[in-house]
């Protein structure tokens, strides 16, 4: 594709923006501190069915579901006296059919507390029916949450899905049992292991004062990929901890998609930003900001969509920051960490990169910036201490050390 081409494209995105917004009919308005209004706590960034890859596991979204329970436990940056959940079959290819969702306070493994379970709804009925390309929320459930708690979630699927809709680096563990478990507190009857979530993308809360959700918007450094797996220690979920910390009531949504590119599609890590910006940011309740760290993917060597230039890539980053400004929200732009030393690693890709850093750093276009590279690069490598092992994913260390450089009162 030609730079005129590209640029064409992020123009249609932003139309196409515009009109998905005006289609979703939602409401992402700063929110006060008010009890009665609708906060999402937790997200994860929907994908189309992709294989399986050997050096992260097994995911069961090329085949899908057809008689089972599946299982998801997710951990709350906020809370409240009641819940709903957001399920979407937005890359479905066929109705998807719920034949019932619980949710309980997680306990060990795919286990529920006793006694915590609560049934689902869906304009007033157990079951549902989800058309292919759409979202749907539940209907508010009475629930008393608190921020780092974890719930389960338990989907029944009693009709062959398809491929499944899902989010593939969810640096946790899902579970799956044949037939209906339901309202089984146990986990004895899951045996099936995966690490993604199926379906499940939003989790929200009222009830309690709020004063606006932060997105952290990106690519795999913000799924988190290279972090333990199971100990939450993305730069989001260190992010929510701090505000809690601090005593703000500030809950943080990971939008987050591994391989994810500003400028370009993936057949495997899904749409572009400037055309999920919409679904995974805007159309969310409660958001007050969002933190872009993005890019990282287009600047790759393996990028089979060809060489881009800084121009563009700004130019996609302006796009993202107006969208996010015409729903009043306020925009932190990251600093793209390095890839030295790694497979993705070329000259012009190191040059360009220092380039985009740059104009995020001085420009004035976004509302904030904290500076990522600064904080984990070594010229044009992550430094050791922070380093997964592949020289582009951050560990444990790397992700609250990010964290920790974002002002709070910028958010």
Same mark, same amino acid.
């Given at each position: 594709?030609?730079g005129i081409?590209k ?14 917004l005006a289609?979703?009919?939602t409401t992402?308005a700063p ?6 209004r ?11 069915a992709v294989p399986?890859a ?17 299982r998801?436990?997710?951990r709350l940056?906020?809370g409240?006296t009641r819940?709903?959940i957001r399920?979407?079959?937005?890359y479905?290819?066929?109705?998807l $059919? ?9 306990g ?9 379970l ?8 157990d079951?549902?029916?989800?058309p292919p390309?759409r979202?749907?929320v539940?209907?508010a459930?009475?629930f008393r949450?608190?921020t ?13 899905t398809g %491929?499944a809709t899902f989010?593939?680096?969810a ?15 146990g986990a ?8 993604s979530?199926?379906?499940l993308?939003g ?13 952290a ?8 990929v ?5 100990? =939450?220690?993305?730069y989001? =979920? #260190?992010l929510?901890?701090?505000l ?5 009531p500030r809950?943080?949504v990971?939008?987050g998609i591994g391989?994810?590119r500003?400028?370009?599609d993936? %057949?495997?890590?899904?749409? $572009?930003a ?5 679904? =995974?940011v805007?159309a969310? %309740?409660g ?6 760290l ?5 600047l790759a ?10 121009a ?8 993202l920051? #107006? ?8 925009v932190i732009?990251?600093?793209i960490? %390095?890839?030295g ?6 000259p012009?890709?190191?040059?360009i990169?220092?380039?985009?850093? $740059? ?5 004035g276009?976004y ?11 070594n010229? =044009?490598?992550?430094r050791a201490?922070y380093d997964?092992?592949d020289?582009?994913h951050?560990?444990d ?8 450089a974002v002002?709070?009162d910028?958010l």
């Amino acid at each position: 594709m030609t730079g005129i081409a590209k640029l064409r494209r992020h123009r249609r995105s932003v139309v196409i923006a515009a009109a998905l917004l005006a289609a979703l009919g939602t409401t992402a308005a700063p929110a006060q501190a008010d009890q009665g209004r609708w906060a999402a706590v937790w997200g994860a960034a929907a994908q189309p069915a992709v294989p399986t890859a050997d050096w992260y596991g097994v995911n069961w979204s090329e085949q899908g579901f057809t008689d089972d329970s599946v299982r998801q436990v997710v951990r709350l940056t906020g809370g409240g006296t009641r819940i709903r959940i957001r399920l979407s079959n937005i890359y479905g290819t066929k109705p998807l $059919h719920i034949a019932g969702a619980m949710v309980g306070y997680a306990g060990i493994g795919a286990a529920v507390e006793a006694g915590s379970l609560r049934t689902l709804r869906f304009g007033g009925t157990d079951a549902t029916v989800v058309p292919p390309g759409r979202e749907i929320v539940s209907d508010a459930t009475p629930f008393r949450t608190s921020t780092g708690d974890r719930v389960a979630v338990t989907l029944r699927l009693d009709a062959p899905t398809g %491929p499944a809709t899902f989010h593939h680096f969810a640096m946790t563990t899902s579970y799956r049992a044949p037939g209906d478990h339901l309202d089984d507190t146990g986990a004895t009857a899951f045996t099936q292991h995966s690490d993604s979530w199926y379906y499940l993308t939003g989790v929200e809360t009222s009830g309690r004062a709020h004063r606006g959700t932060v997105v952290a918007f990106g690519d795999s450094l913000t799924d988190g990929v290279g972090s333990t797996k199971g100990a =939450d220690a993305r730069y989001p =979920d #260190r992010l929510a901890e701090r505000l809690e910390a601090a005593g703000l009531p500030r809950s943080v949504v990971n939008a987050g998609i591994g391989g994810n590119r500003v400028l370009t599609d993936s %057949p495997i890590y899904g749409e $572009h930003a400037l055309t999920r910006f919409s679904r =995974d940011v805007l159309a969310r %309740p409660g958001v007050r900001s969002v933190i872009i760290l993005d890019g990282v993917n287009d600047l790759a060597a393996w990028n089979e969509t060809g060489p881009v230039t800084c121009a563009q890539i700004i130019d996609g980053h302006r796009t993202l920051i #107006r969208l996010a400004h015409a729903r009043g929200l306020r925009v932190i732009g990251a600093t793209i960490t %390095p890839m030295g030393a790694s497979a993705a690693y070329s000259p012009d890709g190191e040059r360009i990169r220092q380039q985009v850093n $740059h104009w995020i750093r001085t420009s004035g276009e976004y509302d904030a910036v904290v500076d990522f590279d600064r904080i984990v690069a070594n010229s =044009d490598r992550i430094r050791a201490a922070y380093d997964s092992g592949d020289h582009i994913h951050l560990n444990d260390a790397g992700y609250r050390a990010v964290a920790d450089a974002v002002d709070l009162d910028a958010l």
